[in-house]
């Protein structure tokens, strides 16, 4: 008689674990949004280069989501498929960035974390594989914001992150774009992911070459937090791409959490808002995802690169409107 009672004690003790974790499993709510870049890639592309970029997006949302997936964390989630997009020489970061007028790479990162606005970022990086890590690590191990140049590279260096001489970054394509010798031409593949956790925790990161034939020390909105890059668990996190001038100069980022925060805005409204009526038409594009899991990707541009996955199984790439 006793031990059949000790023998349900057990089995509802296993009962209570087995729906708890269940419970704890299907409140697992996350959702990422990345962008390659807005800019002006041609429908008429030739199909094999349009499946290599959307290949690309695939994969980089595929690496976040199942960070997020198995419960890790937004910070994580960002700094991996930034990773990968660095990697990747098809993108305008880390390898495959722009070259500046001297025939040099520069490169610029942030990244924000919404839970105490904590933030790292550099800029005009020339020797560290990962400007995204290497914000990352500016954001948690010193007491700054922001470190360019010389100072940002041994900042790296002394992080012990991947060190690569600056003709690592080159690539043929970006070389061909060099030659014609012009910034004018907006061609994108800026990088940038936005993500909520599960622990309800938002994160933007953006990191970028800059822009095309960019003078030596030009910086531009990627590295600027509330320009480029911005996120708060109370309103949103956002990651621009585009002409970083404009960006700068009408703080976009901050601005969408501004509107949402100060005048009630939703998302929707507070990214339509900046892009479609503060920043002039083809200015380039936003990603955004709020506290509550909602997602925004606009662009002024005839095309960005962009994808978005979230708990509820949706997983889309896509190229054009
Ligand atoms: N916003 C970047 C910059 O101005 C460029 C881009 O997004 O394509 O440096």
């Keep these: 008689m006793k031990q059949k009672f000790f023998h349900s004690i057990i089995i509802l003790i296993v009962l209570i674990f087995t729906i708890s974790l269940n419970a704890q499993t299907n409140s697992n709510k996350y959702t990422i949004v990345i962008h390659g870049g807005a800019g002006g890639f041609s429908p008429n592309s030739p199909d094999s280069l349009k ?3 959307l290949n690309s997006l695939r994969e980089a949302l595929k690496i976040g989501e199942n960070i997020l997936k198995n419960g890790g964390t937004s ?80 900042l790296g260096i002394k992080f ?24 004018k031409k907006h061609t994108g593949e800026t990088v940038g992911c936005v993500a909520i956790d599960n622990y309800g925790n938002i994160v933007a990161g953006t990191s970028t070459g800059g822009r095309n034939f960019k003078l030596p020390g030009r910086v531009g909105d990627s590295p600027i937090i509330a320009a480029g890059n911005y996120a708060d668990n109370n309103t949103c996190g956002v990651s621009a791409t585009g002409i970083g001038e404009l960006f700068i100069k009408n703080s976009v980022a901050y601005n969408i959490s501004a509107l949402m925060k100060f005048k009630g805005y939703s ?43 979230n708990s509820n199984g949706l997983f889309e790439v896509a190229i054009w409107k």
């Design 51 to 53: 499946d290599l970029y």
């Design 75 to 154: 910070l994580d989630a960002v700094e991996k498929v930034i990773n990968y997009f660095e990697d990747n020489h098809l993108f305008n970061a880390g390898k495959g960035a722009v070259f500046t007028t001297e025939g040099k790479h520069e490169l610029d990162a942030s990244i924000m974390n919404g839970k105490d606005l904590s933030s790292g970022a550099v800029a005009g990086v020339t020797l560290i594989k990962n400007p995204i890590s290497l914000a990352r690590l500016v954001m948690e191990k010193t007491d700054n914001v922001l470190f360019a140049g010389k100072g940002a590279d041994e």
């Design 160 to 183: 012990g992150l991947p060190v690569v001489h600056n003709s690592y970054f080159h690539t043929e394509e970006q070389y061909k774009e060099f030659l014609k010798g012009s910034v």
């Design 267 to 309: 998302l929707k409204e507070a990214c339509e808002e900046m892009m479609y009526k503060v920043l002039p038409d083809g200015a380039g594009g936003i990603i955004a995802v709020d506290k509550n899991g909602n997602y925004q990707m606009l662009f002024t541009t005839n095309a960005m690169f962009r994808g978005v996955a």
